[in-house]
Nanobody, 122 residues
Framework: QVHLVESGGGWVEPGGSLRLSCTVL???????????VAWFRQAPGKEREPVLC???????TFYKAVQARFTASRVNANNTAFLQMNSLTPADNGVYYC?????????????WGQGTQVTVSS
């Protein structure tokens, strides 16, 4: 059974940075190497939408225009993926979810984290 645990959300002023973590429990270290981990965002009053994904090879697939500010990475030895968010604005407010699947970055994703709140305000 696969279980995703997120951490790292919180409050930050505009222009600030946050790093989210997503640990994928269940698969072995070797199996996790073939998992894709995606990040979704649900803004207040809106539907959840994909932001970006990190493939098994560390390459990012972007679903939103955040290339200059957001980067997804992973440490396979720890079954953990990260979302580094820089130059945050109030438009980035929302609950961030990580999701994963055994394979490349593409929907649907089979496993989901519990979500972590990101608040950007002054």
């Amino acid at each position: 059974q696969v279980h995703l645990v997120e951490s790292g959300g919180g409050w930050v002023e505009p222009g600030g940075s946050l790093r989210l973590s997503c640990t994928v429990l269940g698969p072995s270290r070797r199996a996790f190497e073939l998992f894709a981990v995606a990040w979704f965002r649900q803004a207040p009053g809106k539907e959840r939408e994909p932001v970006l994904c990190v493939n098994y090879d560390g390459l990012n697939t972007f679903y939103k225009a955040v290339q200059a500010r957001f980067t997804a990475s992973r440490v396979n030895a720890n079954n953990t993926a990260f979302l580094q968010m820089n130059s945050l604005t109030p438009a980035d407010n929302g609950v961030y979810y990580c999701a994963s699947r055994d394979g490349t970055c593409q929907q649907p994703y089979d496993y989901w984290g519990q979500g972590t709140q990101v608040t950007v305000s002054s």
